[in-house]
């Protein structure tokens, strides 16, 4: 008789495009968005938390012809009819709730969502099918104010999470001014010229890529890369590109030549008018309440989401050089983003309802942080009390006790405690800066050992045999006496 197969045993590996975040990494996130929502809180937003599921139907991607609604989301079928899927981001199922609750939410409502989002994507480098958003949006408030209050609340996070004034830069442009453009450029908003004015938004949006001859090459005769692949041109003429690039490059010395600028550009273009006031009516907000140009900018260069705002659209940029996995010393880049998009609730309710938001990148975010040494470099795991002998167990755990209410993150070792070398290896694995230890000796005479790893550890990487008699990173201290001297060690590194 054949022997039974056996069950494979399962392979322990984190499926493809995910990955694990261990306890500093949570504990760094938690704390920054601590901080923002403070801000988020103090400027009047109402925290949200939408469930992670949601019909397929809600989040817009519902293809019925196919036996999977879309590629884009991690989607299964409920029953035989619905479809539901994990979030795809935090936009869609505000749109529900602020269809769904709408007899009841006041309006405008001003709301704040954080949490993970998935897309069933692709996945490299740095680019995973789970990660955080974290979102601020104003519905139901036509008001220019509104976007000038997401781009003062978003200078005001910046700050609070440690960014400098200085090391960043929020600009504000409209995608009413750039209709305008089009229209003076003979490409006005109608069937006819839907598909060109497609491509111009997608090729200004590599202009950051591609330069101002990348971008004339591209709408009009064509361009042929580096590889010798050519594309094909948009066709456009000399003169309507020039004017468009014009917009792209329209940033003056100071806001108010800028917004002379792009009227002069959108000529009698009645949309391009209206975007410019709008413009116009933000940088005075904003500068009557002390946001100037060092902080808030108007700056038609920033053409990402144009494509998909139908007002006002704004970008924050960390300004700080960083070295990259090349080598390469650059700006750091774009932490989060935003924009007015009127279109929000209408697929449910037929009706146009105003709103714009804002969108912060929490990874890139947490990243820059890092890069700037705002966190990361201090992190310390618990103090670990030791334990020397077992039947004293309940002397390290009023220890440990004393050390928690005084505020000390402690702990006391619960492996083996046989090896004593081994629960100082577990020590310094938890990153910890202090090991307390009290043998029978130490107990009889009324005193404790406290070790301080955080020296030991620069001690034993460069230091002399004198240095080490000179500093020495073990203290005995009377028992009544340990909370305070592990305090006064751990404030000395912080």
């Not at 012809?65 to 869609?92: H, I």
């Not at 006041?106 to 789970?130: C, D, H, I, L, T």
């Not at 004339?216 to 690039?245: C, H, N, P, Y």
Request: charge should be negative; aromatic fraction near 8%.
């Amino acid at each position: 008789m054949a022997k039974p197969k056996k069950t494979p045993r399962p392979k322990a590996v984190t499926p493809k495009g995910f990955r694990d975040y261990f306890g500093t990494e949570v504990t760094e996130r938690k704390h920054m968005l601590d901080q923002i929502a403070k801000v988020y809180h103090h400027y009047g937003f109402e925290a949200l938390e939408t469930s992670a599921v949601e019909t397929v139907e809600a989040l817009g991607k519902f293809l019925p012809d196919v036996d999977r609604p879309n590629e884009g989301v991690f989607a299964w079928q409920e029953d035989d009819s619905d479809w539901v899927a994990l979030r795809y981001d935090m936009t869609a199922p505000l749109a529900r709730v602020a269809a769904q609750y709408r007899q009841d939410l006041p309006s405008p409502y001003r709301r704040f969502a954080m949490g993970p989002v998935w897309r069933n994507e692709k996945p490299g480098p740095g680019r995973f099918r789970q990660f955080y958003q974290c979102d601020a949006d104003t519905v139901g408030a036509p008001s220019v104010a509104a976007d000038a209050e997401i781009c003062a609340m978003l200078s005001d996070t910046l700050e609070a999470v440690g960014i400098k004034r200085g090391d960043y830069i929020i600009r504000v442009n409209n995608r009413k001014v750039l209709d305008g453009v089009l229209e003076a450029a003979g490409l006005p908003d109608t069937e006819e010229f839907a598909n060109v004015r497609g491509i111009v938004l997608r090729t200004i949006d590599k202009h950051d890529k591609f330069g101002d001859a990348g971008v004339m090459a591209l709408l009009t005769e064509g361009r042929k890369d580096e590889s010798g692949d050519f594309t094909k041109g948009a066709g456009l003429e000399t003169a309507q590109v020039e004017l468009i690039l014009g917009f792209v490059n329209g940033r003056q010395d100071s806001n108010a030549a800028t917004l002379d600028r792009l009227a002069e550009l959108v000529g009698e273009a009645k949309t391009g008018i209206e975007g410019v006031d709008e413009l116009r009516q933000i940088a005075t907000l904003l500068e009557g309440q002390g946001y100037g140009p060092d902080r808030i900018v108007i700056d038609p260069a920033v053409v990402r989401g144009l494509g998909y705002y139908t007002g006002p659209v704004y970008e924050a940029e960390l300004t700080f050089e960083i070295t990259d996995e090349k080598g390469r010393v650059r700006e750091f880049g774009s932490v989060a983003g935003g924009g007015r998009y009127d279109d929000l609730v209408k697929r449910f309710t037929g009706q146009a309802v105003p709103a714009t938001g804002m969108s912060i990148g929490v990874d890139r975010l947490l990243a820059a942080l890092r890069a700037t040494g705002r966190i990361g470099s201090t992190a310390q795991g618990p103090v670990v009390v030791t334990v020397m002998d077992r039947d004293r167990m309940g002397d390290y755990m009023t220890m440990v006790t004393e050390l928690r209410q005084a505020g000390i993150r402690a702990e006391v070792y619960l492996g083996n405690p046989k090896n004593f070398g081994n629960q100082l290896k577990y020590a310094d694995k938890r990153e910890s800066p202090v090991a307390i230890i009290q043998g029978g000796d130490e107990a009889e005479r009324g005193v404790v050992q406290i070790k301080d790893l955080i020296l030991g550890t620069k001690l034993a990487e460069n230091a002399s045999l004198e240095e080490w008699k000179d500093r020495p990173n073990q203290y005995e201290v009377p028992r009544d006496q340990m909370v305070a001297k592990v305090r006064e060690i751990i404030e000395s590194y912080s």
